[in-house]
Every structure is written in C-alpha cells, then in structure tokens.
C-alpha cells in the first residue's frame, strides 16, 4: 500500500514540476537560485520504491574508475555477528558489496562474499532452495557478470518473499537499509576520494530512493535496532529535502512493475554544503551500523 501512495506522490510532483507540452527540448520551467550550484545531466534509471537490498546498484556504474577491494565491507570479523537484527543488516549490505564485485568481473572477491551470504542466511534460517545451483552452475555465474547479476537479484527477491511470508517485516526493512547505506557508501568514497564529481549528482538523486526507504522502516518501528537507525535516516531526510529536483517531460517513462522512473534531463538546485552533510551522515551511519567490522 505505502508503495502505491509513494507512487501517487511521485507523479504529482512531476505534474509540477515537468516542462508543460508546448516547451522545447531542454528547456525549464524551473528557475533555479543562481546563488547556489545547479547541475544539468541525461539522466538514467531512477529507482522511487525500493524492493530489495541491490535496486540501487547501477548508482555506481560507469564511473570511469576501476575495482578498489578497500571500499567493500572486510569480511573477517562477519562470523561474529548473531544477532537477527544485525545479520539482515549485514545480508543487504554482503549484496550490495557482490554486485560491486560481479560489476568489474572479480570471480575471487564474488566468491568470497557469496559464501559469506550463504553464511548469514543460514543464521537466520532461509530456506536452503534460496541458493539451489550446482557447484558447476553457480562457478559458471561467478564466471558471468551477466548471470552472476541475474542470481543476486533472484536471491535476494526469494530473501524478501520469505520475510514477507513468514512477517519478518522488521528484518526486510534492515536489510533494504544496509543494502541502500552500502550503495550510497560506495558512492560517497567514489565521489570524495576518487574526485568522480557526477557522483555527487547521483547521490542527490537518490532523495527519491530514500524517501521510499524511509516509509517502510517507519511501519516497523516496534524493532529497536529499526527505531534508532530511524533518528539518522530522518536527519538525512532533512538534508535531501533542501534539495530541489526537477525533470523535463520529454523522455519521461514511469515503470510500475520495476518501481522506477526515467528521465532524459535533470535540474538539480543544492547548497554544496547540503551535498557534504549527505555524505557526512553517510559515512557516520554505515560506521555506527557495523561497530565490529569498523573497529
């Protein structure tokens, strides 16, 4: 239900906020405050409801910059976490780091996090079948960035059917949470560190990502770990909501089965240090959400 609202909200803002049908390609209504940066871009594939932990993880593609095995999460001290609460946390965010493996074709470090996921869902008790290749086939998809992205999708929406049927909502939600966190974290080091200056416009996009992101943790607040992850997500929702962006009507798909939205040319209107307080809360949230591995 909440993702059906969001959609209703999200087509009335572009009922605001598009070009009317008489403007001319790569124009706007939208008169942006000269005192502050406004970025102009083709845009992609935006995301405005999150299903599963890795929706999100084409926000880092073509970047121009190579595989850096530091930015991913270290996996020594993973075995040591019990905790349900914490174990769908880090299952979100194992996704999200193998998608940044299969994406440069690291068949090692894949198969390294993989085992590591089969790991903690065993933990909790998934169901076996989630993970049902053969050796052979699933060496062969570690092999195939292609196939190896088609089986994290797949397992990750078999995740989210058995935490929906067997109403673990509160862990689904984690697990979207790390997921979303370790995306943006990999952003944020790629935009600060690897000087990738779209990035940061990619970052500012996803407001839409987390506002989804934000109405499903706040129906499962009756989860402590969900309740005080809540403070910060809301602290960050502040931030994104001073910035403003607005889409052109040419070009402009809405796709309701992916939960997602394309828009050819974006205006994006933000103080610079609005953009550095996102990335600050970033780097503070994932530090605070994985205490033994940041230690």
Known sequence: MFRLVFRALILSFFLYACNPSGSQSGESDFIADSEYPSSFFQGGEIVYALKIPTDIVNFFEE???????????????????????????????????????????????????????????????????????????????????????????????????????SEQLSLASLSLLGGWLETMYIGVIIYKEKTVQEMGDRILQQKFSLNSLSGILANQ????????????????????????????????????????????????????????????????LRADMLPMINR
């Open 63 to 165: 970047t121009g910059t190579g595989f850096d095995p530091d930015i991913s999460c270290p996996l020594e001290k993973i075995p040591l976490y019990e905790n349900p609460e914490h174990i769908a946390l880090l299952l979100g965010v194992l996704g999200v780091d193998l998608s940044y493996c299969a994406l440069f074709g690291r068949i090692s470090e894949s198969a390294e996090y993989y085992s590591h996921i089969e790991i903690l869902a065993d933990k909790l008790d998934l169901p076996r079948e989630i993970f049902e290749d053969s050796p052979g086939e699933q060496r062969s998809n570690l092999e195939n960035p292609d196939s190896l992205k088609k089986q994290i999708y797949e397992i990750y929406m078999e995740m989210d059917n058995h935490f929906q049927e």
């Open 221 to 284: 607040q009756e989860s402590l770990m969900v309740r005080r992850y809540m403070h910060t997500v809301n602290k960050l929702k502040q931030v994104y909501d001073r910035v403003d962006i607005r889409y052109e009507s040419e070009g402009f798909e809405m796709d309701d089965n992916a939960q997602v939205f394309h828009a050819n040319v974006a205006e994006i209107s933000y103080k610079p240090e609005d953009l550095d307080e996102i990335c600050r809360i970033i780097m503070q």
